[in-house]
C-alpha cells in the first residue's frame, strides 16, 4: 500500500509541474565557490524585488525575484563585481531598486542627519558641563 | 531664547504632522517606469516563442518603421483583456512584436489561438532577461519603438479601449 502511494506521488509531481516553467538555474541554488555566493547574497538582499516592492529579492518567491537571483548569481560568477551589477539596474529601475542609499543630494539631510544630532549632543552637554562648574 | 526653546517640541511635532497629511494627499504611484525611455533598446536575440511566428533579435525593431514591443505572458489574465485592443491597433496599421514572458511555446500557442494573434514576431523571454534588461516590471507592458531601434514610450499595464488613440499618437510621433 505504501509503495502504491509512494508511486502516485512521483507521478503526480511532473504532472502538477507541467504548466509551471521550472524556476531559472541559480534562482535557487547557491554558487559552488562560497566567497563568490557570500558577495551575490550580500547584493540580493539589497536589490528591492519589483512585484512585491517590500521585500527583497533575496526574501522574495516571485518568479521575476527568482530570475533577478539567477542572473546577479551568473553573473557575479563570470568575474562582475556587484556595485557594476548594482549600477546596471538603476540604469534600469532607477535608484528606487536598490536599498542602499546612495550620494544623491536629496538623500543629503539623511547622511548629515548623525553629524547634526552629535553637534546638538556637544551643545547640550557643554551647557550643563558649564551649569554644574558655576555652583 | 530659552522660552522659544520650549516651543521647539510643539513646532517639531505640527512640522511631522505637516508632512503626513501632505503624505496622506499625494497620488501613491507604485509604478515603476523604466529608465531606458529616450534611450537605445538593449541588444537581444531570442528564440521563437510560437510554432507560426518567426523569433525576435532588437535589430529588427530598428527598421525604418516605428513598431510596438509588446510584452506578455500566456499565464498573464490582464493580456487576455488587453488582447482585443492590440487586435485594433493592428487593424489601424501599427506593427506589433512580442516578446513572451517565463513562457513555453505550447502555452504560447493555445494563448494565441484562444485570443488572437496580432504579433508579426514573438520572442520567447523564458529567463526574463530581456524583461529586466528593458527596465520592465510586469507583464503586460507595451513599447513603442522608433525606427532607429530607441525606446519612445513605456506603456504599463493593459491597453485599455481609450488608450488606442494616444498609442497610435505615440506611434506617429516616433516617425
Known amino acids: 500500500m505504501k509503495l502504491i502511494l509512494l508511486l502516485f506521488a512521483l507521478i503526480a509531481t511532473p504532472l502538477a509541474a507541467q504548466t509551471a516553467l521550472p524556476p531559472a538555474p541559480y534562482a535557487d541554488r547557491q554558487l559552488a565557490d562560497p566567497a563568490l555566493e557570500r558577495k551575490a547574497k550580500a547584493l540580493m538582499e539589497t536589490i528591492r524585488c519589483l512585484t512585491c516592492q517590500s521585500q527583497s529579492i533575496a526574501d522574495s518567491n516571485a518568479s521575476m525575484a527568482g530570475d533577478m537571483r539567477s542572473q546577479i548569481r551568473e553573473r557575479i560568477m563570470a568575474g562582475e563585481q556587484p556595485e557594476s551589477i548594482r549600477a546596471w539596474l538603476i540604469a534600469r529601475y532607477g535608484d528606487w531598486v536598490s536599498y542602499e542609499p546612495t550620494a544623491a543630494p536629496i538623500l543629503w539631510p539623511l547622511w548629515a542627519a548623525p553629524l547634526v544630532l552629535l553637534g546638538l549632543g556637544v551643545l547640550l552637554l557643554r551647557g550643563r558641563i558649564k551649569r554644574k562648574a558655576r555652583p | 531664547m530659552r522660552k522659544l526653546l520650549i516651543w521647539l517640541p510643539l513646532a517639531l511635532f505640527l512640522a511631522f504632522i505637516g508632512l503626513f497629511t501632505s503624505g496622506l494627499f499625494q497620488p501613491d504611484d507604485r509604478i515603476i517606469h523604466s529608465r531606458l525611455v529616450g534611450q537605445p533598446l538593449p541588444a537581444f536575440t531570442l528564440p521563437a516563442a510560437a510554432s507560426d511566428r518567426p523569433p525576435l533579435a532588437s535589430s529588427q525593431l530598428a527598421a525604418g518603421q516605428p513598431r510596438l514591443l509588446?510584452?506578455?505572458?500566456?499565464?498573464?489574465?490582464?493580456?487576455?483583456?488587453?488582447?482585443?485592443?492590440?487586435?485594433?491597433?493592428?487593424?489601424?496599421?501599427?506593427?506589433?512584436?512580442?516578446?513572451?514572458?517565463?513562457?513555453?511555446?505550447?502555452d504560447v500557442d493555445a494563448f494565441l489561438k484562444r485570443n488572437g494573434n496580432p504579433y508579426a514576431r514573438i520572442g520567447l523571454d523564458a529567463r526574463s532577461e530581456v524583461q529586466i534588461a528593458l527596465g520592465s516590471s510586469g507583464v503586460p507592458e507595451t513599447f513603442v519603438i522608433d525606427g532607429k531601434g530607441r525606446i519612445a514610450y513605456q506603456h504599463i499595464g493593459e491597453i485599455r479601449a481609450d488608450d488606442v488613440p494616444m498609442i497610435l499618437d505615440r506611434l506617429r510621433a516616433a516617425q
Open chain 2, 70 to 106: 509588446n510584452i506578455f505572458a500566456s499565464w498573464c489574465v490582464p493580456c487576455i483583456a488587453e488582447a482585443p485592443q492590440l487586435e485594433a491597433l493592428k487593424a489601424a496599421g501599427a506593427q506589433i512584436d512580442a516578446i513572451a514572458i517565463r513562457d513555453a511555446r505550447p
